[in-house]
């Protein structure tokens, strides 16, 4: 047996004895048949019943040497619907990348991983099983800007008018990383050259915000190929998912087609341009989308009775208008997603820093 086995091996039981000393009922590599006629693998079956109803729940153990991907956690989600099983859950050794603890939230699937299995198992256990460092993987682009000087545009921000005196107080600083959407679009307009109409058929792609969908700007030739990056340190979660995105712009150019009066013909022209179509336009097709982390430096600012966000970027170190306006218009979830400031008090704790 390799050491990569042995340590599923070991994984599963330790696992399983946890369950045992909480009162289930477990079995190992359980096989089940499910509705579907197929049968399914299970590493840890766990069932506690009382004299109304018995509880089940699957525990997948994942001894690999990489974050898992969202595949892992649709692959459980479906064995939980065709067994009719209670609960899911992935234990992970070396955590998992962005896309599959959104895809765990909107199926209900809890992970476990480098974190979880210390507290829960022991530090000497976890360290028999070669625990990796908790770590959250994802697509992104790595922070250049300097922390010092975008720090000190923070401060600026809370400046007056002729920025001789503090009108808000900067009580909280860090880098996090904030989700974005990288749409391609295929847009179809017509053209006249040389007195003659045609199609023409451009590819464009543009950058929405995760949190709420806004249109930020064509995405810049100057961000590069995303990498992998560690969202573990602070990120903000996303707020909506890619298809609200795409489903917004199908439908705001449909609206715009239909109607014929000017004036709705204009209202509608505006709403499709706010989400980075130009028109007139022909067609609009959404070709693709994927999940990306950027840099930024999260300013809070606070006076009596206001506070709000002030983001940076972390390549340019320029302050953020759009994403700063988003950003304040949700500040229960920015705070949440990256343990930010408490709500006002009488005296604004320090600006917290790496």
Same mark, same amino acid.
């Given at each position: 047996m390799t050491a990569s086995a042995e340590r599923a091996q070991l994984l599963e039981e330790r696992i399983g004895d946890h369950f045992a000393a909480h009162g289930y009922v477990v079995r190992r590599n359980?096989?089940?048949?499910?509705?579907?006629?197929? /049968?399914?693998?299970?590493?840890?079956? =766990?069932?506690? #019943?009382?004299?109304?109803? /018995?509880?089940?729940?699957? %525990?997948?153990?994942?001894?690999?040497? $990489?974050?898992?991907?969202?595949?892992?956690? #649709?692959?459980?989600?479906?064995? !939980?619907?065709? !067994?009719?099983?209670?609960?899911?859950?992935?234990?992970?050794?070396?955590?998992?990348? *962005?896309?599959?603890?959104?895809? =765990?939230?909107?199926? +209900?699937?809890?992970?476990?991983?480098?974190?979880?299995?210390?507290? !829960?198992?022991?530090?000497?256990? *976890?360290?028999?099983?070669?625990?990796?460092?908790? =770590?959250?993987v994802a697509r992104g682009y790595p922070f250049s800007a300097s922390e010092e000087r975008a720090l000190a545009r923070a401060r600026a921000q809370g400046k007056g008018r002729l920025g001789l005196r503090t009108v808000e107080q900067l009580v909280w600083f860090d880098p996090v990383w904030v989700p974005v959407y990288l749409v391609a679009l295929s847009i179809t307009s017509m053209e006249v050259r040389w007195g003659r109409e045609r199609f023409v058929t451009k590819s464009v792609t543009n950058t929405y915000e995760a949190v709420s969908g806004t249109f930020l700007g064509p995405a810049s030739p100057e961000d590069g190929a995303a990498?992998?990056?560690?969202?573990? +340190? +602070?990120?903000?979660?996303?707020?909506?998912?890619? /298809?609200? %995105?795409?489903?917004?712009?199908?439908?705001?150019?449909?609206?715009?087609?239909?109607?014929?009066?000017?004036? $709705?013909?204009?209202?509608? *022209?505006?709403?499709?341009?706010? !989400? +980075?179509?130009?028109?007139?336009?022909?067609?609009? #097709?959404?070709d693709g989308c994927c999940l990306v982390h950027v840099p930024t430096y999260i300013g809070w600012l606070r006076a009596d009775e206001h506070e709000r966000v002030v983001a940076l970027s972390g390549v340019s170190g320029s302050v953020l208008d759009e994403l700063s306006a988003v950003l304040t218009s949700h500040l229960s979830h920015v705070r949440s997603s990256v343990r930010g400031p408490g709500p006002r008090s009488g005296s604004a704790p320090a600006p917290r820093r790496r």
């Open positions: 359980a096989y089940l048949d499910g509705r579907s006629g197929g /049968t399914h693998e299970i590493d840890v079956l =766990a069932e506690k #019943s009382d004299p109304l109803t /018995t509880f089940r729940l699957a %525990v997948e153990c994942k001894a690999w040497e $990489s974050p898992i991907e969202k595949d892992a956690v #649709s692959k459980l989600s479906y064995v !939980l619907a065709d !067994l009719g099983l209670n609960k899911g859950i992935i234990v992970a050794l070396h955590g998992w990348r *962005a896309g599959a603890e959104q895809a =765990a939230v909107e199926l +209900g699937i809890d992970l476990w991983g480098p974190a979880e299995l210390d507290q !829960l198992l022991g530090r000497a256990v *976890a360290r028999q099983l070669d625990v990796g460092r908790p =770590a959250q990498v992998d990056v560690d969202l573990s +340190g +602070g990120a903000i979660r996303p707020g909506v998912r890619d /298809t609200r %995105v795409a489903t917004e712009i199908r439908r705001a150019f449909d609206r715009w087609n239909d109607v014929q009066q000017d004036a $709705s013909k204009r209202r509608h *022209a505006a709403a499709l341009e706010a !989400l +980075g179509v130009d028109v007139p336009c022909r067609s609009v #097709s959404v």
